[in-house]
């Protein structure tokens, strides 16, 4: 299928204007046939962004092509391999050019290599002016500082000058502190995910790094420090007072820190919220509703240019439990362009459907949600346990048990799953499934066994269904 090739892939992530850009000048990024590449790169844009129209096929190429001259499917193979090689060449082309500091920084490295003194020293001047002058102290402000620092110390030791001792102590401090700030941000992204899917990491230096961590001068560096608190944030989460510690820094820090790395900040937050909620403390929804509306404000909710599916799933679901529907319904409207073109209607379609559900017009969510398909796995589950929920609402036995067969085999078959996320499904199926069966049969012994075990054990919304037990007339314990 042409669209699933690389070459056409590639094109895909490109904005229009970039795709414009590559074709005008493709000759810089094509080592052989640009001309002929360009030919396809412009047949290509009148598609883009989405390649998997009606016309969009290898055949049609083809025949585009062989009015310039013979090409077969192998040639055809050839071609977009070439164009693959010109596209990646491009993508380096524009990442080296992304800021200020990293243009200068390949200038750098260039000058030094060509024995360019006097523009090799007005090159880091204007570098460090560029680092010094900037608010942003992210992790990349020490990668940068000291890779233009050991570009300095090569040169000059090259050149043997003196007073080489203080360049190579400047070197060695931003490489410590870059090495320091990667290390605890990998930990702490370890020990989310150990509290959320419930794996277990191998960190025998975090003990030394949140030593190392704590000395001078690294202690003094704010990157680090807030690191530091992510880390005790998790190694005590009883501890509020360091999510309360993380908040005030993102809010006082949000405009000087990276988007990169805020959105990081924000997702441990969101993270830890969530761990807080898995344990009954439903205070922490509005934490999470709070932090979602700040990845608004920040601008930290895209993956590119478009919103990532999986956070407007997440804003939908916890707006729904604060029964803030219409405010979640106006980030759907709101945001709903800017989801990616080949999986905009699926998604829109199901917050939609899950909505509706919430408002109980269970048939309009049903059309909404046998509508929508993504290609997720989270979009996945939610569908099919919103199916079941559906189906129990409108006490359709035999599309429940058809569709509760389905899930069972889907979670059972999934390879892509962890442990954890398939425990919590197979639990929700099987509670579900009992739900069924005790409205069915009036059984409040099992009812009550049943609300206990969720009270005791958890189960994914567990709100939802001590509300349906409520509507059994099962007594709370």
């Given at each position: 299928m042409?669209a699933?090739?690389k070459?056409?892939?590639l ?5 229009a ?6 074709s005008d000048?493709?000759?810089?990024f ?12 412009i047949w290509?844009?009148g598609?883009h962004?989405q390649?998997d ?5 290898k055949?049609?190429?083809l ?18 391999s070439?164009?693959a ?16 500091a990293?243009t200068h ?7 030094k ?6 523009f090799?020293?007005q090159k880091?001047?204007a570098?460090?002016?560029?680092l010094?002058?900037?608010?942003s ?9 000291y890779?233009?620092?050991?570009h300095?110390?090569?040169?000059h ?6 007073g080489?001792d ?8 931003h ?9 605890l941000?990998?930990f702490?992204e370890m020990?989310?995910?150990?509290m ?8 025998p230096?975090?003990?030394?790094i ?10 003094s560096d ?6 530091r608190?992510v880390?005790?944030?998790h190694l005590?989460?009883?501890?509020e ?9 993102i ?9 990169s790395?805020l959105?990081?900040l924000?997702?441990?937050s ?8 898995n344990q009954g403390?439903?205070?922490f929804l509005?934490?999470i509703?709070?932090i979602?509306?700040k990845?608004i ?8 240019e478009?919103?990532?599916p999986?956070?407007?799933k ?6 729904i439990?604060l029964?803030?529907?219409?405010a979640?319904e106006?980030?759907?409207?709101s945001?709903g362009?800017?989801?990616?073109p ?12 899950v909505l509706?559900?919430?408002?109980r ?10 509508q ?5 796995i989270?979009y996945?589950l939610?569908?099919?346990?919103l199916f ?9 036995a ?9 899930f069972y ?8 799953m ?7 499904h197979k ?6 499934r009992?739900?069924m069966?005790?409205?069915?049969e009036?059984d409040?012994n099992?009812g ?22 409520d509507?059994?007339?099962i007594?709370?314990?």
């Amino acid at each position: 299928m042409l669209a699933k090739t690389k070459a056409i892939q590639l094109l895909q992530t490109l904005t229009a204007k970039e795709v414009e850009e590559f074709s005008d000048h493709l000759d810089l990024f094509a080592s052989k046939s640009a001309a002929f590449l360009k030919e396809i790169v412009i047949w290509c844009a009148g598609f883009h962004p989405q390649f998997d129209q009606p016309g969009f096929t290898k055949e049609k190429l083809l025949q585009r092509l062989q009015k310039r001259k013979p090409v077969n499917q192998d040639k055809l193979r050839y071609i977009l391999s070439d164009l693959a090689l010109a596209l990646e060449k491009y993508v380096v082309y524009k990442n080296s050019l992304r800021g200020d500091a990293r243009t200068h920084l390949v200038l750098l490295e260039y000058y030094k290599e060509k024995d360019l003194e006097r523009f090799f020293n007005q090159k880091f001047e204007a570098l460090e002016q560029i680092l010094d002058t900037s608010a942003s102290r992210g992790t990349d402000f020490h990668l940068i500082k000291y890779q233009a620092c050991d570009h300095r110390y090569a040169y000059h030791l090259r050149k043997q000058r003196e007073g080489l001792d203080d360049e190579l102590q400047t070197t060695s401090h931003h490489l410590d502190t870059y090495y320091v700030i990667v290390r605890l941000r990998l930990f702490s992204e370890m020990l989310t995910r150990e509290m959320l899917l419930k794996v277990t990491y191998d960190k025998p230096l975090l003990p030394a790094i949140l030593e190392m961590a704590s000395w001078e001068p690294y202690a003094s560096d704010p990157v680090v420090g807030v690191y530091r608190t992510v880390i005790h944030m998790h190694l005590e989460p009883e501890r509020e007072d360091y999510f309360e510690a993380l908040q005030k820094y993102i809010d006082s820090s949000a405009p000087l820190i990276p988007k990169s790395e805020l959105n990081d900040l924000l997702v441990f937050s969101q993270n830890y919220c969530t761990g807080k909620i898995n344990q009954g403390k439903e205070n922490f929804l509005w934490k999470i509703w709070e932090i979602y509306q700040k990845m608004i404000a920040y601008d930290v909710i895209y993956e590119g240019e478009y919103i990532r599916p999986g956070l407007l799933k997440n804003i939908v679901t916890v707006g729904i439990r604060l029964n803030q529907l219409e405010a979640a319904e106006k980030v759907v409207d709101s945001f709903g362009q800017r989801v990616e073109p080949r999986i905009r209607e699926g998604v829109l379609g199901y917050n939609k459907a899950v909505l509706a559900f919430a408002r109980r017009d269970y048939r309009q969510a049903l059309r909404l949600l046998s509508q929508a398909q993504v290609d997720d796995i989270f979009y996945e589950l939610g569908t099919r346990a919103l199916f079941l929920k559906l189906f129990y609402e409108l006490e359709d036995a035999v599309s429940f048990y058809h569709h509760w067969d389905a899930f069972y085999n889907f979670i059972r078959r999934n390879k892509v799953m962890s442990d954890a996320q398939k425990a919590s499904h197979k639990n929700f199926i099987r509670i579900i499934r009992q739900l069924m069966r005790i409205r069915a049969e009036g059984d409040r012994n099992l009812g009550m066994k049943l609300r206990e075990e969720i009270e005791r054990q958890g189960v994914l919304d567990s709100t939802w269904f001590h509300k349906k037990l409520d509507e059994l007339k099962i007594p709370r314990p």
